[in-house]
């Protein structure tokens, strides 16, 4: 569950001078099936969201207006990443600690979900989340099927 699966897509573009055209489909464009979808709107200068990980969601990130960063911890490295384009696409694996900040005035920020909401899957705590990396290393946190605990 490593930093290195999480990486931007580049979504198809279908260019007109009508406007341009971008679309997703299920395990097409992104590696899994999506079950919900929401967005993040109106996010006052300065502020941040996210601050969380998630035990078993993927998470395709868009700014499909305006820009922001986003910034992906796996409990060993850190990377951030600027979104500012509609046709790019930040996939977040599970286990990835995430905060998303810097928002431009107007930005948008679509994310596609791999499961429905359930808070049970959220990891709030950046301890918390250090010790489930560390119980995965040693290879105690997982039940029979391979799923987190
Ligand atoms: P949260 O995921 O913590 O926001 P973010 O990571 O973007 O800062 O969610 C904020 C609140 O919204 C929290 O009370 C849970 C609720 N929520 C839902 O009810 N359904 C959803 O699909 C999401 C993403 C959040």
Redesign the pocket.
Known sequence: MGIEKCKIIELPKIKDKRGNLTFIESKRHIPFEIK?V?Y?YDVPGGE?????AHKKLQQLIIAVSGSFDVILDDGFERKRFHLNRSYYGLYVCPMIW?E?NNFSSGSV?L?L?SE??E?ED?I?DYGTFKSYIEINIKGEGKTQNGNLK
């Open positions: 919900r929401y993040l941040k969201r996210g601050g969380h995430r998303l920020c994310v979900a429905l909401y808070e959220y709030r």
